[in-house]
C-alpha cells in the first residue's frame, strides 16, 4: 500500500498568511494527488486534483505543486474560512489511501 | 446539480450488520464509480472499497473483505454499503463519494453528508 505522511500535522496561522503543506508518498504516484478540505462535522470537499488542478469553483488562493513523491498545497492569503483539516489522498493504485490530516487552526 | 444523499444514523449492537444507502441525482448515475470510505471519530480517512454501478462490478479493501458488500439499484439510482460482524472499532461517520476515473481528473468530487454508525 502507498502511503501517504502530511507535514505538519498541526499549523497555526494568522488571516492573510501565506501556508504550505506538505504530502509525501512511499514510493511514485506521478501526478494522481488530490487535496481535499475538511470542516468539522462536514464531509471533504476537493480542492485540487492532478496534484495542481484547481477544482471548479475554488478559490485561485489554493495551489498545489508536485510530482513523484512530493507534494505541497499553499494557501497564498488565509481567509476565515480557510480554517479546517486538510487531507492529500492517492489516486494512483488501489488502495487508495489518505494523508493523516493537517489541522490548521487560528493564530 | 449533482446530489449524493446518505441514509440516516444508525445504532447497532456488538456483531449486528448496517446498511448505508447513497442516493445520486443530477448526473448519470452509470457513469461514475462510488466509493465508500469512513472516518472514525478524531481520526483520518479510510477507503472501503468502491462499486461500479453500470455493471455493479465491486472492489473492497483488505482490511474490510469479508465483511463489506456493496451493491446497487440503477432504476433508484442508489448505491449500498453493507458491514457485517460490527464492533466498537467500526463505529464512525461513513461517507459515500462519486469517483472521477478519467486520468487527468482522478478525484472524489461530490461526496455524500456522512452517516454516523454507532456500535453499542
Known amino acids: 500500500d502507498i502511503q501517504l505522511t502530511q507535514s505538519p500535522s498541526f499549523l497555526s496561522a494568522s488571516v492573510g498568511d501565506r501556508v504550505t503543506i506538505t504530502c509525501r508518498a512511499s514510493q511514485g504516484i506521478s501526478s494522481y494527488l488530490a487535496w481535499y478540505q475538511q470542516k468539522p462535522g462536514k464531509a471533504p470537499k476537493l480542492l485540487i486534483y492532478g496534484a495542481s488542478i484547481l477544482e471548479s469553483g475554488v478559490p485561485s488562493r489554493f495551489s498545489g505543486s508536485g510530482s513523484g513523491t512530493e507534494f505541497t498545497l499553499t494557501i497564498s492569503s488565509l481567509q476565515p474560512e480557510d480554517f479546517a483539516t486538510y487531507y492529500c489522498q492517492q489516486l494512483d493504485s488501489y488502495p487508495r489511501t489518505f494523508g493523516q490530516g493537517t489541522k490548521l487552526e487560528i493564530k | 446539480q449533482v446530489h449524493l444523499v446518505q441514509s440516516g444514523a444508525e445504532v447497532k449492537k456488538p456483531g449486528a450488520s448496517v446498511k448505508v444507502s447513497c442516493k445520486a441525482s443530477g448526473y448519470t448515475f452509470t457513469a461514475y464509480w462510488i466509493h465508500w470510505a469512513r472516518q472514525a471519530p478524531g481520526q483520518g480517512l479510510e477507503w472501503m472499497g468502491w462499486i461500479d454501478p453500470r455493471g455493479g462490478g465491486t472492489q473492497y479493501a483488505q482490511n474490510f473483505q469479508g465483511r463489506v458488500t456493496m451493491t446497487r439499484d440503477t432504476s433508484i439510482s442508489t448505491t449500498y454499503m453493507e458491514l457485517s460482524g460490527l464492533t466498537s472499532d467500526d463505529m464512525a461517520v461513513y461517507f459515500c463519494?462519486?469517483?472521477?476515473?478519467?486520468?487527468?481528473?482522478?478525484?472524489?468530487?461530490?461526496w455524500g453528508q456522512g452517516t454516523l454508525v454507532t456500535v453499542s
Open positions: 463519494a462519486r469517483g472521477r476515473a478519467v486520468a487527468g481528473t482522478r478525484s472524489w468530487d461530490y
